[in-house]
Structure formats: structure tokens, C-alpha cells
């Protein structure tokens, strides 16, 4: 059975930073493109971070130079460190796991992802 269950979120002045966490279980972790999503009300799911199974990175547009997505395999475990917390970053964040693909991040859109968390809500003001 696929888990992913997020943590870290709150609300945080602008400026500020955060930390993420989402911890993964019921297939091989490592093995895995991770990523990173958010969405607000009445707006699509955008692509924040993606990590590869060796540590490639993608980030979205408009959060690279303040965010940084990484991976550790042996706690199951991806992290998004959020930095220069920004009002426009105000979301509900989910975690997602490609569980078809190969490693490899490049050129992954939202629905390729098939296993997702329930989300934690971060709140900039």
C-alpha cells in the first residue's frame, strides 16, 4: 500500500522560511522520481521541485533561487526547504511519487505523478 504523508507546513511571515517533509512508504523510495506540487483555489496543480532517484533537480520558474528539493533514501524521506517565503507562495503543497517511469524527473508534468499525499496547507503573510 503507497503512502505519502507531508509535513512541515504552518504559517510563516514573509520573508520567512520553511521546511517540508514527506515521508514515503509501500514501494521501492529510491528507486523513484519525487515532486514537489501546490495549489490554490480554483487554480491547476502547478510543479514546484522534482528530485530524481540520483539527486537531479527541477524546479518550477518561480520558485528557483529560494527553494531547494532534496532526498534522503535511507529515511524514505523528500524535503522542500522553502526560503524568502513569498505571498504568491501561499498554497496547499502536496508530495508525489511516479510510480511507472523510470528515475529520471526530466520533462515530468503533474499527471505523471500517481501516487499523492494529502497535502499541508503553507500560509505567507
Known amino acids: 500500500h503507497v503512502q505519502l504523508v507531508e509535513s512541515g507546513g504552518g504559517s510563516v511571515q514573509t520573508g520567512g522560511s520553511l521546511r517540508l517533509s514527506c515521508s514515503a512508504s509501500?514501494?521501492?523510495?529510491?528507486?523513484?522520481?519525487m515532486g514537489w506540487f501546490r495549489q490554490v483555489p480554483g487554480k491547476e496543480r502547478e510543479g514546484v521541485a522534482r528530485?530524481?532517484?540520483?539527486?537531479?533537480?527541477y524546479y518550477g520558474d518561480s520558485v528557483k533561487g529560494r527553494f531547494t528539493i532534496s532526498r534522503d533514501n535511507a529515511k524514505n524521506t523528500v524535503y522542500l526547504q522553502m526560503n524568502s517565503l513569498e505571498s504568491e507562495d501561499t498554497a496547499m503543497y502536496y508530495c508525489?511519487?511516479?510510480?511507472?517511469?523510470?528515475?529520471?524527473?526530466?520533462?515530468?508534468?503533474?499527471?505523471?505523478?500517481?501516487?499523492w499525499g494529502q497535502g499541508t496547507q503553507v500560509t505567507v503573510s
Open positions: 508525489a511519487a511516479d510510480l511507472t517511469r523510470s528515475g529520471g524527473c526530466a520533462g515530468r508534468r503533474v499527471m505523471d505523478f500517481d501516487a
Open positions: 528530485v530524481s532517484s540520483t539527486g537531479g533537480t
Open positions: 509501500g514501494y521501492t523510495f529510491s528507486s523513484r522520481c
